[in-house]
């Protein structure tokens, strides 16, 4: 099992730039603290875990450089499945999911006893140690009934963060992994939007960097360029300024299921997180790569 | 408001010798750990939370007097009954549920999603502050394959417990609600039994006390006791050595349901736990009752 | 030496709601300050110690379970007495003992030799651990002389508190048990009113409660109650507003001995602490009575 | 105020040799433990403290230089004065005090209540920070009756020794000074010999150095030499080894009131306190001279 | 300055996978210790400091990964020039410098004074903080005469190795570099040889890996290869087990100037570090290529 | 090797009032912190380190006795030594050396190889722990090019100062020695001023004392007094506030090599430092004498 070492070739003076660099970063994001939310599309929670993607492996690596990853999911097409197997229809309005007492039941189920436990086994595997947890958990996410035109019943919005459980586990070790439930004032279970959940929380954790892993590689200047890869890396925008987002958002740009991705990445902005980031989760390694090179690989919303 | 004191009277004396009494264990058990399983048929959990039970005070008001309190739970009637929504029968042998891969998954959502987040709620009611738990969390119920003369599925039987999480969160403040589902070594689910998985927990994190919440008044010297209260009182046992409960059990003493409860209080007291009590918890206070006073209300069994 | 369990009956549940309520005072005062004053006529110092009073078990049950308390004594019977044996009589001038250096003498002597370590030997005996300490200890008690119309002597009043060192006996364990003696800038011990010096060590070391152990009741809306037991009940005052007590020492319904009591209560809650608490100190276990009842069982005194 | 530098002459030099002399001690002693016995005929308690003797400033300049100083006094004379007002006579068998209940109230009046407190004035003066305390306080010194030919009353012996007391005031910055009395397993107070209290104290906190103050200069081979100065240089024994000074016990050279403080140093050096000194507490900081210079001035006894 | 994003391609996997393996390698050394040894041909030390090697750049980023890196250096060839511009011709026996007492004043000066300060500022404008020392500070490197056939003079050999200093600069964020020079019990200096002097103190302080960066790229099998360059990738050792190097040493394909060389490597390794490495200090980041990815660069010798 | 007891005579009562005095200064500058400059003509490093000085023994007679020691020094006579050797002259404009590159690598060589390394072997043999220091050495030295009407090459002025290293050090044990060489942004070395640069450590420090150890006693009221031995102690000033140095300095009584002395004592003391002290270092000890007596030996300037 001999090595086959590098000599003093070109391949080893173009592995240690690469090394170079990213120790660079390792430097400069040690101890601070890396916000991801992992789910909807991208999510595909088999017996295996996190379905093919390398997102387990790549928090254990973060973990292990001394970088605190903070895990935030969903589960929105795992919660159809279950509730058609019950024989419930789901209902959507706004494309917020309509959701009465039997249906929370349910969503909890999914999101706190499934989802969220396949991610644990899946990090530990990596060779991480997990703690798997909802918002209700140390009164984490504290939520209120969300308002709108018609009950919604049980979802919520965000009324307060505390995050002293996830700042008890990340120092013991653990990678928090929190599905998006949140708790009420009288102890009612709320159903909460991941991607807002994860924002509030980055803000709230003091992240240094809020990480969206969607299944598209991020915000395009042309919104028809996803599927069509030659024209893609010509239209995704690596950076972005916060108030060039709300302006392409006003006009059009940014639509449809990037709506609430870009809002809750402004929101985390405006909370103090210095940058958000969409990226393509199926990617191998996106977070890493991301994280650790100069140039990176989705959208980067700077204040 | 105005209070309405005692004054010297016998009232007030009373009351005294009570509190001084309590406050003698209180000083005895401060900094201790207790692990109390609840679950089985005491487990009723319905909107509110713990069904009824003082179970989420008491733990308040222990972990509030200094008192490490740990909660393992499971949750039998309410898999079954989400097994029948989806219809699929439960199926028994020697008492275990045959767990194929589809009953795995609604076991645990059930027991970490749904029974586990109820309990958390109901003890964040009472003022308390629970992290919610399954064995697979920080790798703290390793967990083998159960080999029975037919295959039980992914039932399993505790191979190694890690209480580092445990430690970490209860020295944080906060009460670990423990979902008794395990982790193998290639990160298969196990359904494990909770009672055995409570006196195993015990064991590791160096319990003082293990304590059984069940339906009945503890164990009884005539086994058909139960249920005609005139009797109770003359056949309950209030101390049990542990090989007389030993030699209970071969004699058919102990039997049926109490045959695991009391297994379960011999492991860990041979583990090194000083004692393992089965009380009824249904009583309200039943736990303070039986760690705050001299006469206790249950069995308590010693090595 | 069998149990006698209570089994699921009244009883059972009367001591399940005693516990549950006295815990969540443990809870609330646990961490806590409380000062108590001993003495006067309450205080019959023998070769047992306390006297027949459970004052030493109720500080070690205090202690025990987290509250830090401190006990202020003084002695005036027994100095009397040792005076009387030594030929020399008591001359009392406004209630305060004339102090000419040789009464001195024998007040530091019977204070700080023989009633400060008997109440040492009672705690001791009842399973704490005791440090008897006067207030020229660490310069706690810093003294001048108080001035009146004629000379009274070595007579002080107290000019600062330095509370250092009941901090760093508290912390390590120990019960302070401190004799109210002064020391002046030159060195000089100065003889200090107990209930004074009492009230402003609360106040020095911020504490939560003072409780001042007498041998009536309270503070009676009729003063002439007092010894008539049936009538007691219903003139006894469980709470008094500051300004109250004011207004009734002005009008004469507080008097004669009550007068310093409920002064240095007040000096005490004008100093911030939120109780002051004056109690019946015959009465067993009247301190535990106070602190962890709702309706408790003398005078709270309030800001 | 202007200073009068030494300038390069033969007094700085002189004066530099002195002070890296005494700092090279000063490093040597830093941390250690010294516990030195002050009393008997030494100790003139009067309203100024300690008697125009330097200990109290000594003791404060050890303590400023991080050496961790103990003081244990006894105080016959005294005793034997108060006694005597008391109409009450001092009875001595083999050079013990009968010590019936009345006598023990006033021993522990005098010492305790009296001689300690003047001490911790006279240190609090000097610019130090004392507490008083006795061997009662802590349960610092259990104690048994001593057995004799005769009943001696409540004459005691050293039993067991707590020295968590000394360590807790000392590591505050506090000098502890401690009257020799004791306490019984059942609380009773015992007189005990101040000597060999204070060489079982060093003994039990570990003490580097035993200093025993007297008003003799140290052991002499010619036991008449003292009184007689001229005679005395010649005499006096400035280092003594152990199985020395238990033959010149056995020959008589060391007699009288030499042997008890002989066998009190004996019986710390046996205990493992590296040296123990018997030195003349008259001479103005001899204390200081004993453990800052090479050639001291008293007697030094080691293993 | 826009970012470039990688987009979805072969480039970002590629270097999404190196990251991978780095930060695996990063959490493996981070909190271990790794010393460095540069010098010899590969030293050129000019104005600049580190004559255009990564060595500065490269500690700086083990350090920031929270490995403690630490560097020994020689530097020979700069004290022949200083010696030859003061007139004074340098002798080697057996390949050691005859040292005597105006040499060794010149091998302190160039070492300690000028290569080590120049390594320093090196340190520093790469970004990290360095510490210059020898072994003389803090006695660390405690010396010895080196006793040969001829009288070398102030050539030394290492008696025992302080490694406390090394230590307190580490924990505190600096880079320690370290002149090779001994300091012997009567405050001699010696010239010690920098291989052994770094391996000596890679044992002391527990390394997990002595690193020897030379100008030839590691062990060949053909000693004659060197030079050569298609040659060498054929004939240059990866993994060398210290049993075969010591045989290579003796049959004679270990020779020259590898000789020293590989015996600090079998000195470090027989002292219990797990690994020493031979590598090229000219190759640009030769250092993390060998240390963060499988293959490595030079040659690794094991136990 | 028996000790000589001084018994109680005159000489032990004067010893014992010099410790007295020493002790209580002891006590006042524990914890604090001192810098000493040493050099200029009264450092002569030959092979034995500090030529004779006592400047060693009292350094770690300090660190002992809790005071902080921290040395600087420069060594001006040594390089205009090692230049000549090397053939080249040395040249100075207004008191300063010219410092081109070359010479400053002979600069560089001389203190921080030699000079520096010198002390440390002294200080090492004196039974201390030193550390050897340059001002570029944890960048503790930052230093800018010091602008003249004429260009003088490297020699630069302390643009600020970093004590982190030295606090490091010095916490845990070490006497810092440091080389009077700064280093610049782009990290060129530069020539201070010694006495200027420790002026501007010991404000950075937070120094008690900023000591100057020269080769005369101290400032003088007839600057025409040193050298004539009984005039000097009538003229010598013992204390000199600032505003009357400053005045001695424009009146001419203050005069040559004097001047840059008294200002690198005026800089301290406007940067905080308490007092300044100019002394004799050539007087055995005088740095004890300076510190521990209350008469003093030389000229402190106080604000």
Same mark, same amino acid.
């Given at each position: ?10 391949? &080893? ?36 875990? &996190? ?253």
């Amino acid at each position: 099992m001999s090595r086959t070492p590098m000599v003093a070739t070109s391949e &080893a003076v173009l592995a240690g730039g690469v090394i170079a660099q990213g120790l660079g970063y390792v430097n400069a994001w040690k101890g601070k603290t890396v916000v991801v939310k992992f789910g909807g599309s991208v999510l595909d929670v088999g017996a295996g875990g &996190a379905g093919g993607s390398t997102i387990a492996e790549d928090l254990v690596l973060l973990k292990g450089a001394g970088i605190n990853a903070v895990l935030v999911h969903g589960g929105g097409p795992e919660i159809t499945r279950m509730l058609e197997r019950l024989g419930k229809p789901s209902k959507f309005v706004h494309g917020l999911r309509v959701t009465d007492a039997e249906t929370m039941e349910v969503v909890e189920m999914v999101l706190a006893g499934r989802a969220n436990k396949s991610l644990v086994s899946a990090i530990t595997q990596a060779g991480g140690r997990a703690v798997g947890l909802s918002g209700k958990d140390g009164r984490m996410l504290l939520a209120r009934k969300y308002e709108a035109d018609v009950d919604l019943g049980q979802v919520g919005e965000v009324e307060a963060v505390d995050p002293a459980l996830v700042r008890t586990v990340s120092v013991d070790g653990y990678i928090p992994v929190i599905a998006s439930i949140g708790i009420g004032r009288d102890g009612t279970s709320y159903n909460l939007n991941a991607d807002t959940a994860a924002g509030a929380l980055a803000v709230a954790v003091g992240a240094s960097k809020f990480i969206l892993l969607t299944d598209v590689d991020g915000v395009y200047r042309d919104p028809d360029a996803a599927g069509r890869a030659d024209h893609e890396a010509r239209t995704l925008i690596s950076e972005l300024r916060a108030a060039e987002a709300e302006a392409m958002t006003r006009d059009g740009t940014i639509s449809r299921g990037m709506i609430p991705k870009v809002g809750a990445c402004l929101d985390a902005i405006r909370g103090g997180v210095p940058s958000a980031h969409i990226i393509n989760g199926t990617v191998p390694h996106a977070l890493l790569v991301e994280l650790f090179t100069e140039r990176g690989i989705g959208t980067m919303l700077t204040p």
